[in-house]
């Protein structure tokens, strides 16, 4: 985590390896929170699937947070990719948990809900 707190970019491809780890499973919030300061931008698809299927909390948080950091430089293409990604996602999640679940404010569906807010402004 040294080298992200230091802007070194070269540190992104370890910390995705290292997210994309089931070992690291529960640090994966710590990994993401990592790349806040890096350029990650090429990884944005990869934090859509996290946001919307890493069981909320942390990672869903952090990974709201580094979409969220690119949104307003996103391509037309780009942003297609993302919110077709995104409504893809809130079906998967409208099928697979009861409405208790998506009402909590730190779940997966919450994150989703307020990514696509930001898009469709």
């Known amino acids: 985590m040294a080298l ?24 994966r919030g ?3 929170y990592a790349l806040e300061k890096l350029d ?5 698809p990869l934090f859509v699937e996290i946001m919307c299927t890493g ?7 952090m990974s709201y947070l580094l979409i969220e950091k690119y949104l307003d430089d996103l ?7 993302i919110k077709n990604a995104l ?4 079906s998967i999640l409208s ?6 679940y998506n009402e909590h404010p730190f779940g997966e569906r919450q994150f989703l809900n ?6 469709e402004e």
């Open 87 to 90: 409504y893809k996602y809130r």
């Open 75 to 81: 391509s037309d293409s780009e942003m297609n990719n």
């Open 30 to 32: 710590t990994m993401l």
């Open 40 to 44: 990650c931008r090429e990884y944005l």
């Open 95 to 100: 099928e697979k948990y009861s409405a208790e």
């Open 4 to 27: 992200a707190e230091m802007h070194v970019n070269e540190a992104v491809p370890i910390l995705i390896d290292m997210i994309n780890d089931n070992k690291n499973v529960g640090n």
């Open 55 to 61: 069981g909320g909390g942390e990672v869903s948080w």
């Open 114 to 119: 307020r990514t696509l807010e930001q898009i």
